[in-house]
């Protein structure tokens, strides 16, 4: 795998963002009640997290140390508010159940942390890469509990039914707890949960290992 691959594709598993390093949590489980909204969202963020890295690579030599954090910040901002005003005009049905969650994509640690800690660091094209991967990583995760929760919660996927409700003479019963804001904090949990158990590398390591040791040793 090339230097060049292994930044798109490492996010996804591997480094992802939302299930290893824990970032972007509030919109993973605030904006997951459809694909619509999770898809919106992550499309979003993608094109915000690679152009404002692009931008800020590009002049990374020329930004007092001072300042940067605050012109990431206005940058950030700036095609935050041009997303935000798209959506408005083109899909304002789902800016509006997006709600704020658009705008704040300005506070997401995720896009403001590859801006630091990479883009100040790496040229364009390495920056934009790692960028893309980090949007896609977060993107997955999105549409993984975005998908469940509508099919679980509605019976449909983007709209289209799937599984029949009683409703419309099927056998199905929908769950309206999967609707509900903590049905996403547990499915991301099980989520987490499974990959590292996967991959067992990921989990943290043990805080107090000869405490632990000690207690089953004992009789």
Known sequence: MT???KLILSPLVDNNPVTLQILGICSALAVTTSVA??????????????????????????????IRLILQITIIA???????????????????????FVSLIVANCLVLGRAEAFAMRNPVGPSMLDALGNGLGYSLILLVVGSLRELFGLGTLLGVPIL??????????????????????FIL???????????????????????????????
Do not use: C, K, N
Request: aromatic share 8%; proline share 6%.
């Open 3 to 5: 230097a060049r691959t």
């Open 37 to 66: 909204t999770a898809l919106t969202m992550s499309l979003a963020l993608t094109v915000v997290i690679v152009a404002s890295s692009a931008l800020i690579s590009s002049i990374r030599r020329h930004i007092p140390s001072s």
């Open 78 to 100: 700036s095609l935050v508010i041009v997303i935000d005003q798209f959506l408005q005009a083109f899909a304002f049905a789902i800016s509006q159940r997006l709600s704020i």
């Open 164 to 185: 029949q409700s009683t409703a419309a003479g099927g056998w199905f019963v929908p769950l309206g707890v999967m609707l509900l804001a903590p049905s996403a904090f």
């Open 189 to 219: 949990g099980l989520l987490i949960w499974a990959i590292r158990t996967w991959r067992p590398e990921q989990a943290e390591p043990d805080d107090y290992p000869l405490t632990h040791a000690a207690q089953r040793s004992e009789p």
